[in-house]
């Protein structure tokens, strides 16, 4: 039946493609990375995960595609990366460090 959900379809999750906001700087040290969120006028200290997780946002690949690469470099089980890099990108949605999904775009096609 046309429009019936099924087995097959991909997490919606796994689909999005995170992009940092635009005010959000950071500063790595060592093994650790510093966020500074300049709306909430606030810092966020990064794990090395969130840290590996950060550094694969650049608004093209998937959360998928950013487990894939990461579990690739570390030797690691996908899927539990997969639940890693998901859980990573939602606490970064929570925390606004990700460009809100329905604001207008600013690129000029």
Same mark, same amino acid.
């Given at each position: 039946m046309s429009g019936d959900v099924g087995a097959d379809d991909p997490d919606p999750d796994m689909v999005? $493609?995170?992009v940092a906001a635009g005010h959000v700087s950071v500063a790595a040290f060592d093994h650790e990375s510093v966020l500074y969120d300049a709306v909430a006028a606030r810092p966020v200290l990064l794990n090395v995960s969130a840290a590996a997780v950060w550094s694969m946002i650049d608004g093209v690949r998937t959360v998928a595609e950013i487990a894939d690469v990461l579990a690739d470099r570390f030797g690691a089980d996908r *899927?539990? $990366?997969a639940a890693d890099v998901a859980r990573a990108v939602a606490r970064f949605r929570e925390l *606004? @460090? @990700?460009?809100?999904?329905?604001a207008p775009s600013t690129s000029i096609c």
């Open positions: 999005f $493609v995170p *899927g539990a $990366v *606004g @460090l @990700l460009q809100d999904e329905s």
